[in-house]
C-alpha cells in the first residue's frame, strides 16, 4: 500500500509542510502549506514566535488531512541550537534567537572556566557564540529561575512536544548544541556541571528514524483527525539535508546544504577531535546513519537577505532574480569580504556593512549596489573552496564533485561560481532536500525503506540535479584572488 509521509521543514526564514509519497521507486512531493518564519524584536532582544509556529503546524496538518490522503506519520526538522525551557506544560518564556546579542561576551566568560579547546576536546563542536552552550550559559545568567523544575527541549524537540508530550531529544539536533559527547552520543553531564547548569534539565536522547508518541487527544480533536504517528527523522535540518543527498556511487564526494546558512562537509565514521579541526573550524555533528557529519558552518544566502530586505525597506522591490541581474553586470573579484565574520552575524544594514567591511581592509569604496551583490556572490565561492580544501587536508581525500542541495541550489550564479571557483563539478539539487532527508528518514523508521543506501538511490530517480562543470579560462583569476581572499579572512 503506498504511503504518505507528512514533512514540516521550517529553516530561518520560512517553514513549510510537505506530503512525501513513495511510488514505483520514486518520490513524490506535494507542497500543502508555507509560512514566513523569523525573529521578532520584545524589550531590546530577539525570540522566536513559537506560539505562531504551533498554530502553522496544525494548520499544515488540517490541510494534509483535507488532501484526503491517509497520513502514515508526522516530522519536524529545523534549525539547530535554539531550544526551549518547560515548565508545567508550557514554555517559561518566549525561545530565545539565536542571532540575539546577549551571548556576545559570554565565551570569554565560559573559557574561564573551561578553555576553548577543551571544550572542542570534549564536544568536538566548533566555536560559535549562538551554540546552545553560550545561550544557556546567558539564559542562566539573566534568569536562573527558569531552570527550576523546568525541561529543555531543543526546538525540533519542542514543537513535536507540543503536538505529541514526548520529552525527548533527538541526536542529531542535540549534537549541535556544543553539549554532548560525540562518542557516547549522549549529554556530556561533566561539562553541563563546570558551567553551573542543572542537569536536570536535560532528557533522554532518542536516535533519528525512531518512533514518538502519536498526537495528542486534544491535538486530534483541535485538528478534526484520527491518531497520527510522529516519528523523530533527522529533527537537524541539516541532518535531513544531508540524508537527501543523491551522493554520486562511482566518485569521491563533498556536499554542501545551502539556505540562510551553508553547511559544508562530508560523511565519516567517527568524530574527529583534533586541535587541527577545531581551529580550521571544522564541527562533529550527528547523522541519519551512524555517521558524523564532519563540516563547517558558512554564513550563506543569509547576507542577500539581509541585503534584499533594506533595500526593500527603502521602496526598491528587488526580487532575487533582480539582484542575480545586478551581480552578473558588475566585474568580478574586486571585492570581498569573510563572510563569517561577526559584522554580518545579526540583522541589520548589511550592504552598509560590507562596504564598510571593504573599505577597512584597504580596498577602496564600492562603486554600486552591483559590486555590493557581486561582492557576496564572490566572497561566498571563496569561502566554499578555503574550507572545501581544509577538509581535504583534515581528511587526506580529495574530492572529485561537489553536491550542493536546499533552497540556495536555484541560485544558478552561485552554482556556476563555486564550480568555477573549486575547480571541480557542482552537482545541485534537489532543491527541497531537507524536506525529502526528513519524509525518508520517517519512511525508514516505517519500514517502508531499509537503509539510508536505499533512500539516497530513491533521491537519484526521483529528482533531477544539474551539473555545473568549470569554466577552466578563469583559473587563474580564481588562483589569484583565493591568496588575496586568504589574507583577508586572516
Request: charge should be neutral; include cysteine; proline fraction near 5%.
Amino acid at each position: 500500500m503506498e504511503k504518505s509521509y507528512l514533512a514540516f521543514d521550517l529553516g530561518a526564514s520560512s517553514g513549510r509542510g510537505i506530503i512525501g509519497k513513495i511510488k514505483d521507486g520514486k518520490l513524490h512531493l506535494t507542497e500543502i502549506h508555507r509560512f514566513g518564519n523569523g525573529p521578532v524584536e520584545k524589550d531590546g532582544a530577539l525570540y522566536w514566535e513559537f506560539d505562531k509556529l504551533c498554530k502553522e503546524i496544525k494548520t499544515g496538518i488540517k490541510k494534509a488531512v483535507a488532501t484526503g490522503e491517509k497520513i502514515s506519520s508526522i516530522a519536524i526538522d529545523t534549525w539547530g541550537v535554539d531550544y526551549v525551557l518547560f515548565k508545567n506544560g508550557a514554555p517559561v518564556r518566549m525561545p530565545y534567537h539565536y542571532r540575539d546579542s546577549r551571548t556576545d561576551a559570554v565565551p570569554e566568560k565560559v573559557f574561564k572556566i573551561i578553555p576553548q579547546k577543551e571544550i572542542y576536546a570534549r564536544t568536538g563542536i566548533q566555536f560559535m557564540q549562538l551554540n546552545t552552550l553560550y545561550q544557556l550559559y546567558a539564559h542562566k545568567e539573566a534568569h536562573p529561575e527558569d531552570f527550576n523544575g523546568s525541561v529543555l527541549l531543543l526546538m525540533p524537540d519542542a514543537l513535536t512536544y507540543m503536538l505529541n508530550g514526548d520529552i525527548s531529544c533527538e541526536y542529531s539536533d542535540a549534537s549541535t548544541s556544543n553539549l554532548l559527547n560525540p562518542g557516547s552520543r549522549d549529554w556530556d553531564f561533566e561539562l553541563i556541571k563546570r558551567l553551573g547548569i542543572p542537569c536536570s534539565v536535560f532528557p533522554k536522547i532518542v536516535p533519528p528514524c525512531s518512533k514518538s508518541l502519536p498526537l495528542k487527544k486534544s491535538v486530534e480533536d483541535e485538528i478534526g483527525c484520527g491518531p497520527i504517528p510522529v516519528v523523530k527523522v533527522g529533527s537537524h535540518d541539516t541532518a535531513s539535508a544531508v540524508g537527501a543527498v543523491p551522493a554520486p556511487l562511482n566518485k569521491k564526494w563533498a556536499y554542501i546544504s545551502v539556505g540562510t546558512w551553508a553547511l559544508l562537509g562530508a560523511e565519516i565514521d567517527a568524530p574527529i577531535l583534533t586541535e587541527e579541526a577545531g581551529e580550521a573550524p571544522f564541527t562533529n555533528e550527528g547523522g541519519l546513519n551512524k555517521k558524523i557529519r564532519f563540516l563547517t558552518n558558512i554564513m550563506g544566502t543569509w547576507l542577500f537577505q539581509e541585503t534584499r530586505r533594506v533595500w526593500n525597506e527603502q521602496g526598491r522591490n528587488l526580487g532575487f532574480a533582480d539582484m542575480n541581474k545586478m551581480a552578473k553586470a558588475a566585474k568580478g573579484l574586486q571585492f570581498f569580504v569573510n563572510p563569517n565574520d561577526n559584522t554580518f552575524l545579526s540583522p541589520g544594514d548589511m550592504p552598509a556593512r560590507v562596504a564598510a567591511f571593504c573599505k577597512a581592509h584597504g580596498q577602496g569604496e564600492l562603486p554600486d549596489d552591483g559590486a555590493v551583490l557581486r561582492c557576496i556572490y564572490d566572497s561566498l565561492a571563496l569561502y566554499f573552496r578555503a574550507k572545501l580544501e581544509k577538509l581535504q587536508t583534515l581528511l587526506g581525500v580529495k574530492y572529485e564533485c561537489l553536491n550542493i542541495v536546499g533552497g540556495g541550489t536555484q541560485d544558478t550564479l552561485l552554482m556556476q561560481l563555486a564550480a568555477d571557483c573549486l575547480g571541480i563539478p557542482v552537482v545541485a539539487g534537489p532543491v527541497e532536500a531537507t524536506a525529502i532527508g526528513n519524509i525518508m528518514a520517517q519512511a525508514i523508521g516505517d519500514g517502508d525503506i531499509y537503509s539510508l543506501a536505499e533512500a539516497r538511490e530513491i533521491v537519484r530517480k526521483s529528482f533531477e540535479v544539474q551539473e555545473y562543470i568549470p569554466d577552466q579560462s578563469t583559473k587563474k583569476a580564481w588562483d589569484a584572488a583565493a591568496k588575496s581572499f586568504l589574507t583577508i579572512c586572516k
